[in-house]
C-alpha cells in the first residue's frame, strides 16, 4: 500500500469512529476517531509529495493547520471554538497561497468573487442573528474563505487541477454544517454529512499536490 493510500485509509476509519462516537454520544470515541481522521489526511499529503514542492509544503501547512483546528472543535466552550476558528482560518491563508501561486484566469475569479459575495451575504444574514457576540470573528472567517473559493475557482479555470475548485468548494460547504449545527440548529444529522465533506474536501486538496506537482 501507498503512503497516501494509507492516509486515505486512516482517516476513512477515523472517520467512521468519529461518526459513531457523535451518534452514541461517546466522547472518548469521539476524541479518538476526529485526530486519527485529521492525521490521515496530513500522511496522505506527504504520500502525494508534499515534502517535495513549495506548493505541496503550503497546502501541507494549511492541513497541519486544520488538524490543529480539528482537535480544538472537540471542546464545547467558546474559547475552543475561537481557537478552531482561527486554526482554519490561517490554514484558508495557507491554501490562499498556495492556490494564488498558480496561474490564474482574471474573469472566471472575478465571477466567482461576484457569486461568493452574495453567497456570503446570505450565509451572514442567517447565522449573525444566532451568534450576535461573533459577528466578527465568523465575518472574517467568511472572508477568508471566499477569498480560497475565489482563488481556487480561478486556477481552476486556468487549468489547475480539478481537485483544487472541487476541494475548495466542499470545504466551504462543510463549514455550513458547522456553523450550522454550533448555532442554528444542534443535531447528528449536521455531523452526519458535514464531517464526510469535510474530510474528503481535505483529502481532495491534498491529492492536488500530485496533479500540481505531475
Not at 451572514?124 to 482563488?151: E, K, N, Q, S, T
Not at 476541494?167 to 462543510?174: H, K, L, N, P, Q
Request: aromatic letters at 10%; charged letters at 10%.
Amino acid at each position: 500500500m501507498t503512503l497516501n493510500g494509507l492516509g486515505e485509509l486512516v482517516t476513512a476509519v477515523g472517520l467512521g469512529a468519529l461518526l459513531w462516537g457523535e451518534w452514541k454520544d461517546r466522547s472518548i470515541v469521539r476524541a479518538i476517531g476526529k485526530p486519527v481522521a485529521s492525521a490521515g489526511f496530513i500522511v496522505a499529503a506527504i504520500g502525494f509529495g508534499a515534502l517535495e514542492s513549495r506548493y505541496g509544503s503550503i497546502v501541507l501547512t494549511g492541513l497541519i493547520l486544520g488538524a490543529v483546528g480539528d482537535v480544538c472543535l472537540l471542546g464545547s466552550g467558546k474559547g475552543a471554538f475561537i481557537a478552531g476558528l482561527v486554526s482554519f482560518l490561517l490554514g484558508h491563508v495557507a491554501y490562499v497561497i498556495a492556490f494564488s501561486s498558480l496561474p490564474m484566469s482574471g474573469p472566471q475569479a472575478f465571477i466567482a468573487a461576484v457569486a461568493m459575495a452574495a453567497i456570503m451575504v446570505f450565509i451572514a444574514r442567517w447565522v449573525f442573528p444566532h451568534a450576535p457576540d461573533m459577528r466578527i470573528p465568523i465575518g472574517v472567517y467568511m472572508l477568508v474563505i471566499a477569498a480560497m473559493c475565489v482563488v481556487a475557482i480561478g486556477a481552476g479555470a486556468a487549468g489547475a487541477p480539478w481537485m483544487i475548485p472541487v476541494g475548495a468548494v466542499m470545504f466551504t460547504t462543510s463549514d455550513i454544517a458547522v456553523v450550522r449545527d454550533r448555532f442554528v440548529s444542534p443535531g447528528f444529522v449536521n455531523r452526519l454529512w458535514g464531517l464526510p465533506l469535510y474530510y474528503a474536501a481535505q483529502l481532495i486538496i491534498a491529492w492536488s499536490i500530485k496533479a500540481v506537482a505531475g
